[in-house]
């Protein structure tokens, strides 16, 4: 999906219901961030919300969406988010599986807000195209961790714009 355009995946109702209630679509489907863009193909530089259907969101997906970074009607740049602490040695398996021994492995002592310590496993992968797939087990909060999968382009964007690089880690492994 990374480096094609988007293709293949149609536009959410306006008023989407959300998975599993009466109403909400029985497919993946996306949504713009900018809700002015309704009814638009996705072109130039834009976020968008893929939403899939209750209960069939990929494995180790934490919620019912993802973010997919376009640019110039492209995919460069695609974040889910996973269930954090609990499940990283679990996730981090699973991606080993299907990308094979990463690149970059490490763990980072964390703090709770009650101050308790914990290991964060931190993995990322150089894939052909010079894609990078960067791996969180956690970052903000125990339960909450983040798979990135970025193009060079995308890469850059996220350079220039770094309030919203939430890993810190492409930067890192880019070169």
């Not at 309704?38 to 899939?52: K, N």
């Not at 094979?100 to 195209?129: C, D, H, I, N, Y």
Request: charged share 20%.
């Amino acid at each position: 999906m990374i480096a094609k355009p988007i293709g293949g995946i149609p536009e959410c109702p306006a008023q989407a219901a959300l998975p599993g209630d009466i109403g909400a679509p029985d497919h993946a489907c996306f949504q713009h961030a900018d809700a002015r863009r309704y009814g638009l193909a996705p072109f130039g530089t834009e976020t968008l919300v893929v939403t899939w259907p209750a209960g069939k969101q990929p494995d180790l997906v934490d919620g019912d969406s993802m973010r997919v970074s376009i640019i110039d009607g492209i995919v460069e740049g695609i974040r889910l988010s996973t269930r954090g602490l609990a499940f990283q040695q679990r996730n981090y398996t699973l991606l080993e599986a299907r990308f094979g021994q990463p690149a970059f492995k490490w763990k980072v002592t964390m703090k709770s807000r009650t101050g308790a310590r914990f290991e964060v496993l931190k993995a990322a992968w150089k894939r052909p195209g010079r894609i990078t797939i960067v791996y969180d087990g956690a970052e903000n909060s125990t339960d909450s961790g983040a798979l990135i999968i970025a193009s060079v382009r995308e890469q850059a964007r996220m350079d220039a714009a770094p309030e919203q690089n939430y890993t810190g880690a492409l930067a890192l492994i880019s070169n």
